[in-house]
T-cell receptor
Framework: DAGVTQSPTHLIKTRGQQVTLRCSPISGHKSVSWYQQVLGQGPQFIFQYYEKEERGRGNFPDRFSARQFPNYSSELNVNALLLGDSALYLC?????????????FGAGSRLTVL | AQKITQTQPGMFVQEKEAVTLDCTYDTSDPSYGLFWYKQPSSGEMIFLIYQGSYDQQNATEGRYSLNFQKARKSANLVISASQLGDSAMYFCAMREGGTGGFKTIFGAGTRLFVKA
């Protein structure tokens, strides 16, 4: 079975541009979470979606938005990019969004903002 | 509010020896879960072990064990018989079980170096 897949793996943008990152969860997983990981730091929670509804939001500005589709895949959008948005963006899926459900992570999308 | 603290930025251990990575947490929710993940230099996060707040016994998974001390709010990871391949970043994480149950937060991590 395929794991969590993310695309693109690497991308370079300039300040002010917009970016869309995509995530396909493991088959059967209904929850997707997004994290931002700046080099040398732990992952910071951005969003969680479960059954196509937003169930959690981290302390990120409104420039960050996401959605989950009927097939449970997800997109993360970031508008008006800043240099500080340069990071590894990790997507994780789980069977459900709560309890002991383990997050399975994708390889990430590395965003560089120039 | 949820909080995870890892106070060891870096740790060194000799191959074949055991090492303990520290993690303390803070939550007001009586129901929560604690996780440890490994992140090698390749970048992918790998799940290692889980401990629920109501679990009576400490979790173990192969060479990994979780030293859960609920009263002290600590959840230290013990790696026995360290291997060179254990060199990586290790993150402690927590998910609350109540209304905040849809968010898993991570600590800052500990970088483990295994010496031959």
């Amino acid at each position: 079975d395929a794991g969590v897949t993310q695309s693109p793996t690497h991308l370079i943008k300039t300040r002010g541009q917009q970016v869309t990152l995509r995530c396909s969860p493991i088959s059967g997983h209904k929850s997707v979470s997004w994290y931002q990981q700046v080099l040398g730091q732990g992952p910071q929670f951005i969003f969680q979606y479960y059954e196509k509804e937003e169930r959690g939001r981290g302390n990120f500005p409104d420039r960050f938005s996401a959605r989950q589709f009927p097939n449970y895949s997800s997109e993360l959008n970031v508008n008006a990019l800043l240099l500080g948005d340069s990071a590894l963006y990790l997507c994780a899926s789980s069977l459900a969004g709560f309890g002991a459900n383990v997050l399975t992570f994708g390889a990430g999308s590395r965003l560089t903002v120039l | 509010a949820q909080k995870i603290t890892q106070t060891q930025p870096g740790m060194f251990v000799q191959e074949k020896e055991a090492v303990t990575l520290d993690c303390t947490y803070d939550t007001s929710d009586p129901s929560y879960g604690l996780f440890w993940y490994k992140q090698p230099s390749s970048g992918e996060m790998i799940f290692l072990i889980y401990q629920g707040s109501y679990d009576q016994q400490n979790a173990t998974e192969g060479r990994y064990s979780l030293n859960f001390q609920k009263a002290r709010k600590s959840a230290n990871l013990v790696i026995s018989a360290s291997q060179l391949g254990d060199s990586a970043m290790y993150f402690c994480a927590m998910r609350e079980g109540g209304t905040g149950g849809f968010k898993t937060i991570f600590g800052a991590g500990t970088r483990l170096f295994v010496k031959a």
